[in-house]
């Protein structure tokens, strides 16, 4: 199949970019790496009538941190994630998280703002950005907008980006000292949409947790931070108290069915990932026993 026509429009600038999402609004499509947004027109899935690339715009891409904040700006490719210094240092969750991205080619062009905005539930680093407190920075026609993760995903390929808005950045605070983080996802083979995932970050002290914070993904609509993981703060870290918060998570999940699973299949998947989840965290390889699932 083919696309259907389009006009195409090669912005100079972000200011460019926003004065023809002023003008075209939900007639036209950003295009950055295009992993996403060219199958989508190719299969016909969507037709916008202009395609407004921002590929080029320097301004959008690299990564700095500064006053404890690390500022990833959207045109930042997935490799580019993969292999920053700045990322291993201050954010090793995504790291680990983008080299399960789909495969080399598509992580050379795809980029960190084009996944957030086409939130795919079942993709990766919208979890992480749940687990990692980010905010996403957003410019528009009324100024630059702060949008908190959790305010950000809306449903299956939709947030909270208005149609003539453009992602511009990421920022995530500095994780503290000590913090750790765990990251496994369920595939049928290396580099497929995750059926189940878990990103996680964490305070682990006195073989306890001080903070921990559950992304999960593929278990929905959108990603899913999960109030269950406060049952596992501040406590002490028994086989009952796991299974406590096992049976929580059980409640607050509402996975879809598809192809690749059935809602059961992904609850039974997602209590198993929060054990090896906590059971590794904690270096406590008795939780994997001990843990009713
Ligand atoms: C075979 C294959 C396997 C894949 N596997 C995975 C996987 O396992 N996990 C995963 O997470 N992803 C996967 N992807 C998707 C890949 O990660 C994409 O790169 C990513 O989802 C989109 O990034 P992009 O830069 O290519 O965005 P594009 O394709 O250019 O755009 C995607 C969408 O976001 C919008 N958009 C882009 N940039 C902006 C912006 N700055 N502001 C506002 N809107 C914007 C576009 O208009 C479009 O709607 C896969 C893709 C392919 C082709």
Redesign the pocket.
Same mark, same amino acid.
């Given at each position: 199949m083919k696309a259907s026509a389009f006009a195409y429009a090669r912005a100079t600038s972000v200011a460019n970019a926003l004065e023809l999402l002023a003008v075209h609004g939900e007639k036209a499509?950003? +295009? #950055?790496?295009?992993?996403? +947004?060219?199958?989508?027109i190719n299969l016909r899935l969507?037709a916008p009538e202009l395609i407004i690339d921002?590929g080029e715009l320097a301004e +959008?891409r690299g990564i700095v941190v500064k006053e404890g904040v690390l500022t990833i700006g959207?045109?930042t490719?997935?490799v580019d994630l993969l292999k920053s210094p700045e990322i291993a240092a201050h954010a090793p969750l995504l790291a680990d998280a983008v080299a399960?991205?789909?495969?080399p080619a598509?992580?050379n062009? @795809?980029?960190i @703002?084009?996944?957030l905005?086409?939130a !795919?539930p079942? #993709?990766?680093?919208p979890a992480c950005m749940l687990a990692l407190g980010a905010t996403i920075i957003?410019r528009g026609p009324r100024g630059k907008r702060r949008i908190a993760t959790s305010e950000f995903f809306a449903g299956i390929?939709e947030t909270a980006?208005e149609p003539q808005? +453009?992602?511009?950045a990421v920022e995530l605070p500095v994780p503290l000292k000590h913090s750790m983080h765990f990251f496994h996802e369920f595939?049928r083979r290396r @580099? !497929?949409?995750?059926i189940v995932g878990l990103a996680a970050q964490a305070l682990v002290k006195d073989g306890g947790f001080a903070d921990l914070k559950l992304g999960f993904f593929a278990v929905g609509d959108r990603p899913v931070l999960a109030r269950s993981a406060g049952k596992l703060v501040d406590v002490l870290i028994t086989s009952a108290a796991l299974s406590e918060a096992s049976s929580a998570l059980d409640q607050e999940l509402d996975p879809l069915e598809d192809q690749q699973a059935t809602p059961a299949m992904r609850r039974h998947l997602a209590r198993i990932l929060l054990v090896r989840c906590v059971s590794s965290l904690l270096d406590r390889p008795d939780l994997r026993t001990g843990a009713s699932m």
């Open positions: 499509k950003v +295009l #950055s790496g295009g992993q996403s +947004l060219l199958p989508a969507i921002i +959008l959207a045109l490719r997935h399960h991205v789909a495969h598509i992580r062009r @795809g980029t @703002g084009g996944n905005a086409h !795919d079942a #993709s990766e680093l957003v390929y980006i808005e +453009l992602l511009v595939t @580099g !497929d949409y995750a």
